[in-house]
């Protein structure tokens, strides 16, 4: 079989004619060897499954059990952070529609990586989904648009992408960060820090604004020391926290545009208490609620939002285009956020 070797290397999946042709058998026989051997000497079964094994041969269980034009039954489904439990909920929001439709879910995650969300999209398509769902990276949206999808209806949750013409499930991020930073300053804050995800993110730039509008509406100057916006997991938004509560002039409260950034801040203001360092413990303001937030050495406001139900809304969307009118305008749906304030007694 070394005739063969140029074939291998090379960054395609395999076909069943190169496994055939690597084995010397015909692609029948090849197939037939796949499918269980029938009529299908020994010997050349064992030429086969030893050419499967050299070029790291799969079946594309997929395309093997389509005909043409007929659905695959799979949703896809692309998120930014599969570590963040919130985007659990919204699977499962998202999964409880399909299963109402006989559809199943295919899940993946893009890490707020552009070039791992064309990937993603790619791989997806070449699936067949019916359909999909993605909450969208900051990147180039080539990958996106009709002349790439086809017919394959797309919804995107929780931001937009400019310029690009789909179904959108939003929440009142500007709103809901507005009203948080209003508790802070009737609280008596007026040194309040802000962690948040970098400014290009969708959700990143309305929370913000939202934050400056309330600030700005009360005459309260932003001081861009205690302002850091690029933070996309725990470890950063802790490091972040750190170097705003380390200055004299520390914040007494932290605005936080999403969880991780939350947990991030609450494990340094831990830390700094367990170790008995003096300074200020702020109050935060959490967009976004998280495990155990009742239970913080802190108040933690929680700016709350279902995550189950955006991803029900979005698979909505998503399947009255699939069952019904494929050339209706693009909707946005705004679901509303609640102020959860800390109960009287928690600790302070």
Not at 118 to 142: E, Y
Request: aromatic share 4%; no cysteine.
């Amino acid at each position: 079989m070394s005739a063969s070797q140029p074939e291998r290397g090379r960054s395609h999946q395999p076909t069943i004619k190169e496994v055939a042709r690597l084995a010397g058998v015909s692609p029948m026989t090849a197939s037939r060897t796949l499918n269980g051997g029938l009529n299908v000497r020994p010997d050349l079964q064992e030429r086969v499954m030893a050419a499967v094994r050299e070029l790291g041969y799969q079946r594309n269980e997929n395309a093997r059990s389509l005909r043409p034009g007929q659905p695959s039954g799979l949703i896809g489904i692309a998120i930014t952070n599969l570590a963040n439990p919130y985007y659990g909920s919204f699977a499962l929001g998202v999964e409880e529609v399909a299963a109402e439709h006989g559809r199943r879910i295919i899940l993946g995650n893009t890490g707020e990586d552009a070039g791992r969300e064309r990937q993603l999209v790619s791989d997806f398509i070449g699936r067949q989904v019916d359909g999909l769902i993605l909450v969208p990276t900051s990147g180039d949206s080539a990958h996106l648009r009709p002349e790439r999808l086809g017919d394959m209806p797309l919804v995107l949750a929780s931001r937009r992408v400019p310029g690009l013409e789909a179904d959108t499930v939003l929440l009142d991020d500007v709103g809901g960060a507005y009203r948080g930073t209003i508790s802070l300053l009737d609280a008596g804050h007026t040194r309040i820090g802000f962690l948040g995800n970098r400014s290009s993110v969708f959700t990143g730039e309305r929370r913000y604004r939202g934050f400056e509008q309330a600030m700005s509406e009360r005459g309260v100057a932003i001081d861009p020391a205690i302002v850091a916006r690029d933070q996309q997991d725990v470890d950063a938004a802790r490091r972040a926290a750190r170097a705003m509560l380390d200055r004299p002039d520390a914040p007494t409260a932290i605005f936080s545009a999403n969880n991780r950034n939350t947990i991030g801040a609450l494990r340094e203001i831990g830390r700094r208490i367990h170790d008995g360092l003096p300074g200020p413990r702020p109050s935060i303001v959490s967009f976004d609620d998280f495990e155990l937030s009742e239970l913080m050495p802190v108040p933690v406001t929680v700016i709350d939002h279902d995550g189950r139900r955006l991803g029900r809304e979005a698979a909505t969307l998503l399947f009255t285009r699939l069952t019904g009118d494929g050339d209706m305008p693009a909707r946005t749906v705004e679901l509303p956020v609640t102020v959860e304030f800390p109960r009287p007694g928690e600790r302070a």
